[in-house]
């Protein structure tokens, strides 16, 4: 079945690309300087601590037991953990103290405002745990980055590749320099939510590319800019729809998920909205860029095929 142009009002994504690049351009210097500037407000996870988990009978306030614990000389993070009626205590590395006493010295402090509260865990990460944790997720989107550049090379052309390698690294920086510019607190579940953006943009990257590709070879009268636009307008209510339901279930996890899943929904929010912006004009851009043509997309020719076409 043949691609037709379409016959409807179609936006110009492809006429306002430099436009986009320029707004892109300004968000990543903007992010990797906070980054290198600023730096990430690692958690426990990375810089290693105590974690404390307490059971109370009632629902109780975070904000007071947050204040007692300051009162007591302690830098502490207060959330609720499931319910209201379970707090998750996590504590930056004390010095001078001793590792296995921290524990029973927050909960003589908790016990003094509620004698009814229940210490149920205390598990502390060392600084050693926490850069290993942080070399193998940087290792592990590394290898994520390399096994895509390899798949799309091969499922399409390799400039195709370095367009989508472009987008996602692209929605990676921005994702994690919004974490460095508003210093909220970076932990495993936000790493673990940068590679999944980095699936999700590369899932919304591989349509548009898909149709770009039918349009290259079936549009033939069309230039690289014109097909690239229409696969964008074809592809657009698809990208929408994703996006949009994507949207609501993680806005809903970010209002009602509770504190323990609060930075990886809001990780995932960005990188939604990001990769959804990356996809129609960072991944394109990057194909005109570098010039993609028709015949680079062209099947290679089988031997003896000129000479049989010639035939009468």
């Known amino acids: 079945m043949s691609i037709k142009k379409p016959t409807g ?53 975070v904000e007071k037991i947050r204040q007692s614990l300051i009162n007591a000389k302690f830098e502490a993070t207060v959330q609720h953990f499931g319910t209201a009626k379970d707090v998750l205590i996590r ?9 296995a006493k921290i524990g029973d010295k927050v909960f003589e402090v908790l016990k003094a405002t509620d004698p009814k509260v229940e210490l149920r865990r205390v598990e502390f990460v060392g600084p050693q745990i926490g850069d290993e944790l942080r070399d193998q997720g940087g290792t592990a989107m590394l290898l994520a980055l390399a096994g895509i550049l390899i798949y799309v090379t091969l499922r399409f052309e390799f400039r195709f590749s370095v367009g989508a390698i ?20 970076f932990d ?48 657009l209510s698809r990208t929408i729809v994703t996006s949009l339901t994507t949207l609501l279930v993680l806005v809903a996890l970010f209002i009602f998920g509770g504190e323990v899943i ?34 680079a997309l062209l099947p290679p020719e089988k031997e003896g095929e000129d000479e049989l076409s010639q035939l009468p």
């Open 9 to 61: 009002k179609m936006i110009n994504f492809t006429g306002k690309r430099n436009i986009a690049l320029i707004f892109s351009a300004f968000m990543i210097i903007a992010s990797i300087a906070s980054i290198a500037f600023k730096g990430l407000n690692f958690g426990i996870d990375f810089t290693g601590g105590t974690v404390i988990e307490v059971g109370y009978p009632e629902a109780t306030d």
């Open 91 to 99: 504590l930056t590395p004390q010095e001078g103290e001793d590792k």
């Open 166 to 185: 472009i987008a996602l690294i692209h929605d990676v920086v921005i994702t994690i320099g919004f974490f460095s510019i508003t210093g909220v607190e």
């Open 188 to 235: 495993l579940t936000i790493l673990a939510a940068v590679l999944a953006i980095i699936g999700y943009s590369l899932n919304d990257t591989i349509v548009v590319f898909d149709r770009v590709r039918e349009n290259y070879l079936k549009l033939r009268k069309a230039s690289s800019e014109e097909s690239v636009n229409i696969s964008i307008n074809q592809t």
């Open 262 to 295: 609060h930075g990886f929904s809001l990780a995932m929010i960005i990188g939604v909205v990001i990769g959804t912006y990356s996809s129609i004009y960072v991944a394109s851009s990057s194909l005109l860029m570098m010039g993609v043509t028709r015949e």
